[in-house]
């Protein structure tokens, strides 16, 4: 046995998880390739987005979409790929650092101050719908709909959009 080979590929195997581990503390950005499941708005999967100040949930990722001026969480369902990066030539340098959590999409959706107008995507769906969130429980959405009250299930929730010009608190 070669000791000598063996620690070298060890050294290099930590080498590489040091690196690793030093371009997600550093991430500020995130380039996303999506599933051609995803909604038509962020193109399928012909498209590639970036969210900034991203944030890494148990089932989801999150940021903000600096074109749009839009916040989106989509599940890593309809992730192809994702490429974490320290910065983005030509958007200002303030956007946070990547964070990690081990919630899930549903358990995100407890920490919102409902009632919200929010846009949707669910499972079997081709587009966006903008809703009126009203509550958010353990299962459920209670969403409006026009003039429609209806319970969403949280499992079919694939993505959330807001456009920050738009994300606000409804009244009651």
């Known amino acids: 046995m070669d000791f000598e080979r063996l620690f070298g590929d060890l050294e290099n195997q930590f080498?590489?998880?040091l690196a690793q581990r030093e371009?997600?503390?550093s991430c500020r950005a995130v380039?996303?390739?999506l599933q051609k499941t995803a909604p038509r708005e962020l193109g399928g999967?012909?498209?590639r987005i970036l969210l900034t100040s991203p944030h890494l949930g148990a089932d989801f990722v999150s940021?903000?979409?600096p074109k749009e001026g839009a916040w989106y969480?989509?599940?890593l369902e309809l992730v192809r790929s994702l490429r974490m990066l320290p910065s983005v030539a030509g958007l200002p340098g303030f956007a946070a650092e990547l964070t990690?959590?081990?919630e899930t999409l549903a358990q995100l959706s407890q920490e919102w101050v409902t009632p919200l107008h929010l846009r949707l995507f669910c499972a079997g769906d081709e587009a966006f719908e903008a809703v009126r969130v009203a509550e958010a429980n353990d299962n459920f959405l209670v969403c409006g709909i026009g003039d429609f009250a209806v319970n969403l299930p949280l499992t079919n929730l694939l993505a959330?959009?807001?456009r920050l010009g738009d994300f606000s608190v409804v009244d009651n």
């Open 160 to 162: 959330v959009g807001a």
């Open 73 to 75: 969480a989509l599940r």
């Open 31 to 33: 380039e996303l390739a």
């Open 63 to 65: 940021g903000l979409e």
């Open 100 to 102: 990690r959590g081990a």
């Open 15 to 17: 080498d590489a998880m």
């Open 45 to 47: 999967g012909a498209r």
């Open 23 to 25: 371009r997600q503390s």
